[in-house]
C-alpha cells in the first residue's frame, strides 16, 4: 500500500511549515515543494494557502486531510495485523472433525488454546468424512482431524492418539460371565466366537467402524442372530444400555457417553485395532507455530482420556 501523497499533505498540514516538513519526511525542501504544487494542480483547486511562509489549509485542503487521515489510520491499522500474521502471533485455524468425534475432543482445545493464543481464531467445520475432505480439497480447512485407514493419498498428518476397538455389552446380558482377565490391558477380553447368535448393533456400511465390525465378524466366522444398524453412536449405545443387543464402540466415544444404564466393555481379539487417530493437512505446506501448539494440545487431550 503506497499512501505517500497523503502523508506528504498530512505532515504539510501539521507542521505548516515547508522545510520542517520535508524534515520530518526524509526529503528534500524542493521535492516536497514540487510534489505539491502538482498534485494541486492534478486536483485543480488548492489544498494549502500560502502565507508569510506558513502552509494553511484551505478548505478544499481541510476535507482532503480529514479523509486522507483515515486512510493513513487504515494503513497503520492493517501493516499491524500483517506484521502479527507475518510473525505467526495472528492467523486462522480451520478445523474439521466427525460430528461424533468433535464434541467431546476439540471443544475443551479450542478453549485451552485460545487463551494461549487470542489472536489466532479458530473455525470448527463438522461434518462427514467426504464433506470434510471435499472442504480440505477446496482449501477451506487447514486440518482435518481422522482415523488413519481414512486418510486420502497427499495428505501429511500427525498422529493424535490411539483409539481401542471395543465390544459393549448390557450390564445384565449372560455374555459377560464369558470374559477373560488379560494381562496388561485395560479390558477384560471376550471371545468373538461368543457372539454367534446375538443380536449386534453394526454402523452404518459407510462408516469406517462398519468395515472394521465386518471384518471381525468374517474373521472369526460369526454369525449373528439379527443385526440392527443405527446410524447414531448415541442412539445406539443408548439401546445396547436397555439389553436390546451388543455392539462395537470406539474407546473414546465410550469414555465420553453418559447414560443412566451401565454397559461393560470388552477387547475383542482381533488384528483391526487399536486405530491411530490423527489430524492431517495438505502436503507441503509449512506449520504455522500455533498450528504446531494446536496439534500439541489435541495430542494431548486426546491420550489423557
Known amino acids: 500500500m503506497d499512501l ?3 502523508r506528504y499533505v498530512c505532515t504539510l498540514a501539521e507542521c505548516q511549515n515547508l522545510t520542517r516538513a520535508a524534515e520530518r519526511l526524509f526529503i528534500s525542501q524542493p521535492a516536497l515543494s514540487i510534489f505539491i504544487s502538482k498534485l494541486e494542480n492534478s486536483m485543480g483547486m488548492q489544498l494549502f494557502t ?3 511562509g506558513k502552509f494553511l489549509l484551505s478548505f478544499a485542503g481541510e476535507c482532503y ?5 483515515k486512510m493513513l ?8 495485523k500483517l506484521d502479527k500474521i507475518s510473525s505467526e ?3 486462522r485455524i480451520r478445523i474439521g472433525a466427525s460430528v461424533r468425534r468433535s464434541p467431546w475432543l476439540l471443544p475443551p482445545v479450542i478453549a485451552r488454546f485460545e487463551k494461549e493464543w487470542p489472536d489466532v481464531e479458530v473455525i470448527l467445520q463438522e461434518g462427514t468424512i467426504s ?3 471435499e472442504l480440505l480439497d477446496q482449501c477451506e480447512l487447514d486440518l482435518m482431524v481422522l482415523n488413519l485407514p481414512d486418510l486420502k493419498e497427499g495428505m501429511d498428518y500427525q498422529v493424535l492418539f490411539s483409539d481401542e476397538f471395543l465390544l459393549a455389552v448390557p450390564q445384565l446380558h449372560p455374555i459377560n460371565e464369558k470374559s477373560e482377565y488379560v494381562p496388561g490391558t485395560g479390558y477384560r477380553r471376550i471371545d468373538a466366537k461368543y457372539l454367534n447368535g446375538e443380536t449386534l448393533f453394526l454402523h452404518a456400511s459407510w ?7 465386518d471384518r471381525i465378524l468374517e474373521k472369526h466366522r460369526v454369525q449373528p442372530g439379527r443385526i440392527r444398524v443405527i446410524r447414531g453412536t448415541e442412539t445406539s449405545f443408548q439401546m ?9 464402540i470406539r474407546e473414546s466415544y465410550a469414555i465420553n457417553l453418559k447414560y443412566r444404564k451401565q454397559v461393560n466393555y470388552y477387547s475383542i481379539d482381533s488384528d483391526d485395532h487399536p486405530i491411530d487417530v490423527v489430524a492431517c493437512y495438505r502436503s507441503g505446506h509449512p506449520l504455522p507455530k500455533y498450528t504446531k501448539k494446536l496439534l500439541e494440545l489435541l495430542t494431548e487431550h486426546g491420550r489423557s482420556m
Do not use: Y
Request: charged fraction near 35%; aromatic fraction near 2%.
Open 4 to 6: 505517500k501523497e497523503q
Open 240 to 248: 445396547i444400555a436397555e439389553g436390546l443387543g451388543i455392539g462395537f
Open 207 to 213: 462408516s469406517s467402524s462398519r468395515h472394521i465390525e
Open 89 to 91: 502471533q495472528s492467523g
Open 65 to 69: 486531510v480529514e479523509e486522507a487521515k
Open 50 to 52: 500560502r502565507t508569510g
Open 131 to 133: 464433506d470434510l475432505n
Open 73 to 80: 489510520e487504515l494503513e497503520r491499522s492493517l501493516m499491524k
